[in-house]
């Protein structure tokens, strides 16, 4: 008999009221010997199969522990049981696989509430959760949001590549990636390692951002993005960074700043628009999850909004633009400064640091927030100088609970001046001669910039540990699983 998925009853119930149904899952619960609640994937929801006691035999009903998988033939009706619409009238049930209570005992099988801490470590079998089940489709469905709203809008997705020879950044945090002997690397006359023996013929990294090669393919496709893996070898262990996470690097020619925020803008309200449309279930299940989680803190750490009243305030609301330098004003004119709050120096030229970000996103504004032309000196090299020769075209996009969700700039498309921020920046010009190159062969203003994949499930799940939105999270100390 072919298997139905448990969604297809729960949501289409009648169409197959009457039927005798094939179901596979794994069991939930199993209370009174009788009504068991079973899981299959498809949906947040269980379906309950109720036993039939005549044509199931006793030794079988022993296997149907928690964590088990089984299979369950019977007719699906309408349920005399509250809280279900159908339920199964099992009359055939076979185990798949057993799940020995002893063995379930020391997992997050366990029927009850365990900690983040606990699930992370067992995430080979948190997917079975329902607040990973939730998190993990909601990120499956922001994924595919991503790719719409490019698709849609005509840009095609570039693939860059993991290995690099560049340091796009310029931060210096890479992982290596080298098949040399560790143990005795052969030398240059210098003594020091010799990479030109190595497997690339040169020093080769896991990239730290698609950027730098997204724009040569939007200096001839013209609208192009990336999403992939990025990689940094930063020691920051936050719960808002991880040495392994996903980008979305969009890049447009003949786009400015101001176009670069509109795009940015439009973009992360789709994928908020798109996850209340399409996730309701996953959502109503978090919500009701971090309002529990809300209230356990003092009054005045709690978020002013749920969860779903924060993603729709961030679809209906206009995000508030301000340079770097107004924002610095804010900040020394704030009660929060005056009265000596803040841990970190305010002054212009400094990097803004988290306390800076959320005072102005969660006190000040209360609504995210897009910082623009930022100091020179703390950006990137590839920055297009602004007129006043002290900032940039940079723009950084801070969200409520997450902080920086976006960095991105308007590119520096002049030759001279890129050559002169090489320079300034200690980067071999010979080793970007292409990005220099198409410098020198029609160059074109544009723009682009890179969203953290994980800071936008963070805020779409309400989730304030970034290790709690990613499968398998890679942190210093940490690649389990
Ligand atoms: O601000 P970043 O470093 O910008 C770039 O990499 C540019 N090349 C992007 C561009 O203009 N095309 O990183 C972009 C975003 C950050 O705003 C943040 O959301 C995320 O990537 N991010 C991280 N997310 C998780 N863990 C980390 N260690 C992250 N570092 C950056
Ligand atoms: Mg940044």
Known sequence: MKRIEITELLNNGSDHIGKIVNIKGWVRAFRSNRFIQLNDGSCMGNIQAVIDFENIDESILKRVTTGASISVNGELVASQGSGQA??????????????????????????????????????????????????????????????????????????????????????????????????????????????????????????????????????????????????????????????????????????????????????????????????????????????????????????????????????????????????????????????????????????????????????????????SDYPAKIKAFYMRVNDDNKTVAAMDVLFPGVGEIVGGSQREERLDVLQSKCEEFNIEKDELWWYLETRKLGTVPHAGFGMGFERLVMFLTGMSNIRDVIPFPRTPDNAEF
């Open 86 to 371: 159908f339920e199964v009238q099992a009359t055939d049930l076979s185990v798949i696989g057993d799940a020995h209570p002893d063995d379930v005992q020391k997992t997050v099988l366990q029927p009850k509430r365990h900690s983040l801490d606990f699930l992370r470590e067992q995430s080979h079998l948190r997917f079975r959760t329902n607040t990973f089940g939730a998190i993990f489709r909601i990120r499956h469905a922001a994924s595919f949001a991503v790719h719409k709203f490019f698709n849609d809008r005509g840009f095609n997705y570039i693939h860059t590549p993991i290995l690099t020879g560049t340091d796009a950044e310029g931060a210096g945090e890479m992982f290596r990636v080298s098949t040399l002997d560790h143990k005795q690397p052969p030398l240059d006359e210098k003594g020091e390692v010799d990479y030109s023996k190595d497997f690339f013929g040169k020093q080769v990294n896991l990239t730290v951002s698609g950027q730098l090669e997204a724009e040569l393919a939007a200096l001839g496709l013209g609208k192009v993005y990336t999403f992939g893996p990025t990689f940094r070898a930063e020691n920051s262990n936050t719960s808002r960074h991880l040495a392994e996470f996903w980008m979305i690097e969009p890049e447009v020619a003949f786009n400015d700043l101001n176009d670069n925020m509109d795009l940015t803008e439009d973009f992360l309200k789709y994928c908020c628009k798109y996850i209340l449309e399409n996730c309701e279930e996953e959502l109503k299940f978090l919500d009701e999850r971090s309002a529990k989680e809300q209230a356990q803190k003092p009054q005045n750490e709690r978020n002013k909004l749920g969860l779903i009243e924060s993603i729709n305030f961030v679809v209906d609301n206009p995000f508030k633009r301000l340079s770097y330098t107004e924002a610095i004003t804010t900040l020394l004119n704030s009660k929060h400064y005056k009265k000596k709050k803040f841990q970190f120096p305010v002054e212009w030229g400094v990097d803004l640091q988290s306390e800076h970000e959320r005072y102005l996103v969660e006190k000040e504004f209360n609504c995210p927030v897009i910082l």
